[in-house]
């Protein structure tokens, strides 16, 4: 895998974005058919892979799926079990059901580029993209570094972006970290009572830091429902569902529909959800716009924690947690964050069922309070920049960028813009499945094809 400087001339793509999904475009772009294009990914940080999800070190924070369901190639089911089995003495057939650390999943993406020949691997760019141009029929991407790379086709790979904590809220000494910030939250000192602000994904790998053992301070996770993610059932559905039935009803009704699917059979109602799971966009985009909106007022948490669910042992340890009275979810909306006297902050709180406002000290605070959909407030510039030149708009209820089923951006006038894709949460908009495995490398393979097939055109 190459590093350093831009190639003479520029490259055929540029992948903005180093984290699982540039790497899975990347690797596509290697692997297929033809003459393989000159690749550079455009990512500051120093290993490639990881992203927001994946850059953990802590073995406590594992895979939400198990193993079986990882591999960068749909075609190859077994490759991220072939990788774990190579460093690990647990028989091969039991290392598919396993919810593996997150660290080694890393692991595995760097260790597929670092297999390609030196001759199709990317070259890997420590910079930041800041803007984005036509070139006549291709593209010039600004990076911070004061470059600008010519390339036949760019693939936006930014991935997610975390929700600030408004400013008006905060007082200036209030102590705030990031939940992604895995070695600021392991950072914070023993015996410190913390606020945990959401009690989605991240919640639940803050507590597994801040609450192990031999750890004494209190945890408060605080969110509008106080809603968790819950745990996977063991095995799982036979085979995928039939949502033909399905795609007709509007919200109310379809939710309906499988709580009595759940009730109804002798399994868990975990293996319902897993049956809709190949279907998920299928189900969005069967949506009209008003049933899409009413999602995403009364239903979108209540889907989270059923389809985004935590492996059995994760659960298990919050589960504890929660028991020995070290973690506390709480239902309610913050207020503000004050000093307080005797030092740290004290949060005030608007119960979910209470008219009364509570207050609450806690020493540190750390913003798990979701991924920003809205480009307009995600961190960076190249987005910004994008709308500014009418390369870009926002997607459906103003969620990511707005593209067609290819991937292609869409541009102020709604055209699809030849040789500019994106990947991932960008396209949550249209897709809403769309930041898993499962539906990247899909998403990956289909960029590529398309690079290809257009190559005679974007040049």
């Known amino acids: 895998m190459g590093t350093g400087a831009p190639a003479a001339g520029g490259f055929d793509v540029v992948v903005v974005g180093g984290g699982a999904a540039g790497v899975l475009v990347a690797l596509r772009l290697a692997t297929g058919g033809g003459p393989p294009p000159r690749v550079a990914i455009v990512e500051p940080g120093a290993r490639l892979g990881e992203g927001v999800a994946y850059s953990t070190t802590q073995p406590v924070h594992l895979l939400n799926v198990p ?8 075609e190859r089911p077994g490759h991220f079990v072939d990788f774990l089995a ?10 598919g059901a396993e919810f593996a650390p997150r660290a080694l999943f890393a692991q595995y993406l760097r260790a ?11 070259a890997h760019l420590r910079a930041s993209a800041t803007d984005l141009e036509r070139d006549g029929a291709g593209w010039r991407v600004h990076l911070s570094s004061g470059a600008a790379l010519p390339a036949r086709a760019v693939v936006l790979a930014t991935g997610n972006a975390p929700r600030r904590i408004p400013p008006f809220l905060l007082h200036p000494g209030a102590r705030v970290v990031e939940a992604w910030d895995y070695e600021a939250v392991a950072a914070i000192p023993d015996g410190a009572d913390t606020c945990i602000l959401g009690t989605g994904l991240s919640m639940v790998d803050a507590a597994l830091v801040l609450g192990r053992p031999g750890r004494r301070g209190h945890l408060m996770a605080l969110s509008r429902r106080g809603l968790a993610p819950l745990a996977h059932a063991p095995g799982g559905p036979p085979a995928a569902g039939d ?25 868990p109602w975990q293996w319902t959800m897993d049956r809709l799971r190949p279907h998920g966009q299928a189900l969005w985009r069967s949506l009209d716009p008003a049933e899409q909106r009413r999602f995403l007022r009364h239903a979108v948490r209540w889907w989270d924690i059923h389809r985004h669910r935590i492996a ?8 504890r ?9 709480v239902a309610g909306r913050l207020r503000a964050v004050t000093p307080h006297p005797q030092g740290g902050s004290c949060l005030h709180v608007r119960p979910r069922h209470g008219l009364h406002e509570h207050t609450r000290r806690v020493d540190w605070i750390v913003n798990a309070s979701g991924v920003e959909t809205g480009i307009e407030l995600r961190p960076g510039t190249l ?7 009418g390369l870009a708009i926002p997607g459906r209820h103003g969620l990511g960028l707005a593209c067609d089923d290819a991937g292609r951006v869409l541009d102020r006038r709604a055209r699809a813009l030849p040789g500019l894709f994106a990947i991932g949460a960008l396209r949550i908009g249209d ?22 097939a257009g190559a005679a055109t974007v040049r």
């Open 86 to 95: 190579g460093r690990s003495r647990m028989p091969h057939a039991r290392l």
């Open 67 to 74: 193993a079986a369901r990882m591999s960068a190639f749909e």
């Open 321 to 329: 947690l929660r028991a020995e009275g070290r973690l506390e979810l």
């Open 312 to 319: 059995p042992d994760v659960a298990a340890r919050i589960a």
């Open 383 to 389: 987005l910004q920049a994008m709308r500014a030149r």
């Open 431 to 452: 897709l809403w499945e769309t930041t898993a495995i499962p539906e990247l490398r899909v998403q990956a393979r289909g960029i590529a094809d398309a690079i290809r």
């Open 243 to 267: 949502v033909d039935d399905l795609l007709a009803l509007g919200v109310r009704a379809r939710m309906r529909l499988l709580r009595r699917r759940a009730a109804a059979g002798d399994e």
């Open 112 to 122: 597929t580029l670092e297999a390609l020949p030196a001759a199709v691997a990317p």
